[in-house]
Nanobody, 123 residues
């Protein structure tokens, strides 16, 4: 029933850009806050960016502020993450998920998760 499919990952050079997509099926996306999370080998999964379901509130990890931008197209039932000025430390598997967004506090994954897309930043 409920499913997220991430796409857009790949290999890029430092300073390059990618745009990730998270397409939802089986439910209406605009009823949920959505987050992007990432996990690198040997590291804890972290919240990268989240966007609210209604009022446009967003969260960004300190490490990506000014470089990444989250957006949503409810008509297409899709959430995007634009990754600019990429660094090797951005290398990870990126997941989208329904989320709880706490303005000023952070963001955490909720009930539904995609399978992830690999992002690698290397020369």
């Amino acid at each position: 029933q409920v499913q997220f499919v991430e796409s857009g990952g790949g290999l890029v050079q430092p300073g390059g850009s990618l745009k990730l997509s998270c397409a939802a099926s089986g439910f209406t996306l605009h009823n949920y806050a959505i987050g992007w999370f990432r996990q690198a080998p040997g590291k804890r999964r972290e919240a990268v960016s989240c966007i609210s379901e209604s009022d446009g509130r967003t969260f960004y990890a300190d490490s990506v502020k000014g470089r990444f931008t989250i957006s949503r197209d409810n008509a297409a039932n899709t959430v995007y993450l634009q990754l600019n000025s990429m660094k090797p430390e951005d290398t990870a598997i990126y997941y989208c998920a329904t989320a709880l967004l706490f303005v000023g506090l952070g963001c955490q994954g909720k009930d539904y998760w995609g399978q992830g897309t690999q992002v690698t930043v290397s020369s």
